[in-house]
């Protein structure tokens, strides 16, 4: 916590279900004995060049915090910051439909916002929704033997990195855009129908660091099958083309010191599972009992539902990720 605020100090509260101690996706506030409400935001700027499809990025992405804690979006708040002065507002227009699309998309409402003026784009919402407490997931809680699903393919960063040096061709831009923009609703409306212990979203951090947020919460191990990874088209060829973004870089030094290599391990797949996702998966500890049929529910709606591991114990010296 004294990362994210730099040292200061905040109170806690005993209705905060879930605050800044794990790194959670959302913050939960408890009102009542059957309800609780979710809280995120998140905004960025373009990672591609139609605004409309960047405003749906943008909003995909900020509705997957609420998803990742199995709860349901309800209202959302525009964040905007755009160079009225430098660009036509028909560009600012097509960015707001886009995300207009996505939240009616998740069945919620769009209230309000907020807009400044900026320099560089940026567009992102802020996001509330509703869960049961007894049906909350955080990143809390997974135990030895749980399976790890992961819901989207990999491969988002270096290949919006292949795009920016105008190497990438069309079928690897199509495949991501099309990822980048699918909802993670299956969070809300499939997962809390089973033994889900821990859920988080795959985005910055990688897939990597956000099973390592995982295991610290819980104190827990992972074992990770590099043959198992779902990818992107071409995903593979970029990094090895070296099309790697500086936080791409940034999470394979900082989470290196927990990761275990296989020697069999390609290069290629050693960047991958450390690549900054934009709008990724959910990454969920189910019980081993459950994992086919949690996969089979989520395949159903024409999700991708990708068994890539186990949770494992841990040692006294490390919560260790071995990728083999």
């Not at 909802?183 to 660091?209: C, Q, S, W």
């Amino acid at each position: 916590m004294d990362d994210i605020l730099c040292g200061v100090q905040i109170k806690g509260h005993p209705n905060l279900l879930v605050g800044l101690d794990h790194h959670d996706d959302s913050a939960v506030y408890q009102l009542r004995e059957d309800l609780a409400v979710v809280q995120s935001l998140d905004f960025f700027t373009p990672i591609v060049d139609d605004p409309f499809t960047f405003g749906q990025i943008a909003a995909a992405n900020a509705l997957s915090d609420i998803y990742a804690m199995g709860a349901t979006p309800v209202t959302a708040l525009n964040i905007v910051g755009f160079p009225v002065d430098r660009m036509d507002k028909d560009i600012l227009k097509a960015i707001l439909q886009g995300g207009i699309s996505k939240v009616e998309e998740a069945g919620a409402t769009l209230v309000g916002g907020h807009s400044i003026k900026d320099d560089e784009v940026k567009y992102g919402l802020s996001v509330t929704g509703t869960v049961h407490p007894d049906q909350l997931i955080s990143n809390q809680g997974a135990r030895v033997g749980d399976r790890l699903i992961l819901t989207k393919a990999l491969g988002t960063g270096i290949i919006a990195t292949a795009l920016k040096q105008q190497r990438a061709g069309d079928e690897e831009i199509k495949a991501m855009t099309a990822s980048m923009t699918a909802l993670n609703r299956v969070g809300g409306e499939i997962i809390p129908r089973f033994k889900v212990h821990a859920m988080t979203d795959v985005t910055g951090y990688g897939l990597i660091g956000h099973l390592m947020e995982i295991l610290d919460a819980s104190d827990v191990a992972a074992e990770l099958d590099s043959s198992a990874l779902p990818l992107l088209p071409r995903a593979r060829h970029w990094a090895d083309e070296g099309a790697l973004p500086g936080g791409l870089k940034a999470n394979r030094k900082y989470y290196s010191k927990w990761i275990h290599f296989s020697d069999s391990v390609p290069e290629s797949l050693r960047w991958l599972v450390c690549d900054p996702q934009t709008s990724g998966g959910l990454l969920i500890c189910v019980a081993e009992s459950d994992a086919a049929n949690l996969s089979a529910a989520i395949q159903a709606t024409g999700t991708l539902a990708q068994d890539i591991g186990v949770i494992q114990e841990s040692t006294e010296a490390t919560l260790a990720i071995t990728l083999r």
